[in-house]
């Protein structure tokens, strides 16, 4: 071998080049971030649902359990639940049920993979963004782990929040891939992110602000867009955000139309209490950001019922955010502070309270994106602490240390919290401990009686009563719970004494009925259901109950009752065609009556909404036979026969 080739071979090989370098930096903090979300959350994996809007997202709502259908496509795309309109959100709850059916670990997988998704997302667009990958990931990691997330992430009803924050980060990489050359579909790209981030959850309005603020830091476009002065620079910037504004618009008039009744009902809370809780709020949303104890998933909204203005506490709170805001302006030379800090305070104005849908004062949910404002400050402040030429050494590996070991803090804490999501019962139970309330003490009852344990539950449903009299929904949990419990006498007192609060409540007046027919008082029962219907007609329950009612009483020979159970039927399958439970009943009743072809149409329609039915197959090819039509009948026969043996 040659002399020079025998020298080459002992060199020490070449460094890698910064942008491989840099490029594996990046890829062991995003394994870094990924490992610290996983072990965050991963207890999640073993909660279940509760009974806090999980059975109105999931468990309880027959669209979302038949999983993806033709129906149910439609049906999502006009849904109201929760007085909500979000499409995207009942989408992604119906593909779980597709996938896991109602095994809750399937559904909490989902939410923590979406999570992840979005810390990897925002880490990703800030290394982008900056050209700093230690603080970027600061950001991220604070965004992965910090317990005031865990609801947002362990809650399934809340999939709403981590679907919308997966959205709006896909919307900030979009928008820096615009921004670096823009283009007609970069920019279609950004706006259709944005639009699935507002379809998810009404909140994501202040996006497009978020993305002016990003303009000014870290983008710098506010000198950079070509025009002849930063004034019309600015203006240019605006008017690109312009359809992204009216997208955010049209979102916030739906918002508002569909939360018309809860705002109604929170109205009568005076303005300067609503002011009030906005401005206490934002400094304990800025508590529990550097402070994360005693979290709840009910923050009682005291002062809205009863009670003075916190005046002290009020001015104290604004003199507070005054002071941070100017701070935050001044420091010029830090524009991340203004960035982060009006990042903060501008996507809490939808949920801070001004304009009141609940009755929370505050709930740790409502931080999910706009906390990252507070942590794109902490995280560049510290690092240009860190990089500061006056710093010893010391110092920054002390930083380093303070660092990794409020991560490792926060990521401790996030896995205590997720816990307490382990099902209704310990949640209320560490919301009572946290802070009593009615909502608390009612969930927890409902739960108790669930469970069999009827007194705690009765002891719990009088708590509720006690602190708010004047409140009916706990006399429909009470009362709905001793029915359950084979004391309807019992609870006909309670749902009446109910219903003097509440005289249209529907779940009451149904309830209601329901024990007069346990006691035998089926013309009573009828009565309460026909005033339900009166009162709410499109009440696929009332209706039910009717049809049910009329049809026993019929029996074979009053063709007036069954006539009228007929129409009930058809006026609940109107009001709510996806509730499958519906169909079988007409259909058979249809076919009682002579109307083969009419019961066989019905059973198409139920084949319409779940065509995975074996039940509607088989009675369709009994009924096919009946009509003469016996190779259809062996189809339907053959279908009935697949679906019971998958």
């Known amino acids: 071998m040659p002399a020079g080739a025998r020298a080459r071979e002992h060199e020490a090989p070449a460094p890698p080049a910064p942008a491989a370098a840099a490029r594996h930096v ?14 965050a959350f991963r207890g999640g994996l073993r909660n279940g649902f509760v009974n806090y809007d999980d059975p109105e997202y999931v468990t309880e709502s027959a669209p979302v359990r038949a999983g993806l259908t033709a129906a149910g496509l439609r049906w ?9 309109w979000h499409p995207v959100t009942l989408l992604s709850h119906m593909l779980d049920c597709q996938l896991y059916g109602l ?47 865990v609801e947002s992430v362990a809650w399934i009803a809340e999939r709403k929040d981590v679907l919308c924050g997966f959205f709006w980060m896909l919307t900030l990489v979009a928008y820096h891939h615009y921004v670096r050359r823009p283009t ?33 830091w870290p983008l710098g476009r506010l000198g950079a867009v070509r025009a002849p002065s930063a004034a019309s620079s600015a203006k240019r910037l605006w008017i690109e955000k312009l359809p992204l ?111 009141q849908a609940g009755r929370q004062a505050m709930a740790d949910r409502y931080t999910y994106l706009p906390a990252i404002g507070i942590y794109l400050a902490l995280a560049w402040g510290v690092a240009d602490l860190a990089a500061h030429r006056r710093l010893s050494a010391r110092w920054r590996a002390g930083l380093a240390a303070a660092t990794v070991a409020v991560l490792a803090l926060l990521t401790w804490a996030s896995s205590r919290q997720t816990a307490v999501w382990a099902d209704s019962i310990t949640l209320f139970r560490h919301a009572l401990a946290v802070e009593e309330s009615y909502p ?80 035998g008082r089926d013309d009573e029962a009828i009565a309460e259901l026909e005033r339900a219907a009166r009162d709410h007609p499109r009440s696929a329950r009332a209706h039910h109950g009717l049809a049910a009612l009329y ?8 063709l007036a009752d069954l006539d009228r159970a007929l129409a009930h039927y058809r006026q609940a399958i109107a009001a709510a065609p996806e509730v499958t439970e519906l169909y079988a009943p007409a259909a058979d009743l249809l076919a009682r009556r002579g109307d083969l072809a009419g019961a066989a149409d ?17 009675r369709l090819a009994e009924l096919l036979d009946r009509l003469g039509q016996p190779e259809a009948a062996r189809r339907e026969r053959r279908a009935a026969e697949e679906l019971a043996h998958r």
Request: aromatic share 8%; with cysteine.
């Open 103 to 149: 095994d809750p670990r399937g559904h909490h997988l989902t939410s923590l993979l979406l999570h992840l998704a979005s810390t990897l997302l925002l880490f990703e667009f800030l290394r982008r963004a900056t050209g700093r990958q230690l603080p970027s990931a600061a950001v991220a990691a604070l965004f992965a782990v910090h317990p005031t997330h």
């Open 551 to 558: 049809e026993r009483r019929g029996g074979l020979a009053d």
């Open 76 to 84: 999502a795309a006009t849904a109201v639940v929760a007085s909500n």
């Open 245 to 355: 504004v009216l997208l955010a618009a049209a979102t916030a008039a739906v918002a508002l139309e569909t939360q018309r009744i809860p705002l109604a009902a929170n109205a009568a809370t005076p303005l300067p209490l609503r002011l009030a809780n906005a401005l206490t709020s934002y400094v304990a949303y800025l508590g529990k950001a550097l402070y994360p104890v005693d979290l709840a998933v009910i923050y009682p909204l005291h002062f809205g019922f009863h009670g003075a203005l916190p005046i002290g506490r009020t001015a104290a709170a604004l003199a507070l955010l005054l002071a941070i805001s100017l701070a935050a302006a001044w420091a010029r030379r830090a524009p991340y502070l203004l960035v982060g800090w009006l990042w903060y305070l501008g996507t809490l104005v939808p949920v801070i309270g001004i304009v």
């Open 26 to 39: 990046s890829l062991y903090l995003a394994l870094g971030l990924a490992l610290l979300t996983v072990i």
């Open 602 to 618: 019905l059973l198409r329609r139920w084949l319409a909404v779940d065509a995975d039915a074996p039940a509607a197959h088989a």
């Open 440 to 519: 608390a003490h009612a969930n927890l009852a409902d739960a108790l009686a669930a469970a069999g344990d009827r007194a705690a539950a009765a002891a719990h449903f009088r708590a509720a009563l006690a602190l708010e009299p004047a409140n009916s929904k706990a006399y429909a949990g009470l009362g709905g719970a001793q029915r359950a419990w084979g004391e309807p006498a019992a609870a006909l007192a309670t749902l009446r004494a109910g219903l003097v609060l509440d005289p249209a409540s529907e779940t009451m007046r149904i309830t209601l009925a329901a024990a007069l027919d346990d006691l």
């Open 184 to 216: 007609l579909w970069r920019y279609l790209a950004v706006a259709l992110a944005c639009a699935l981030s507002l379809a998810a959850k009404p909140m994501a309005v202040t996006l497009p602000f978020v993305l002016l603020l990003l303009d000014y």
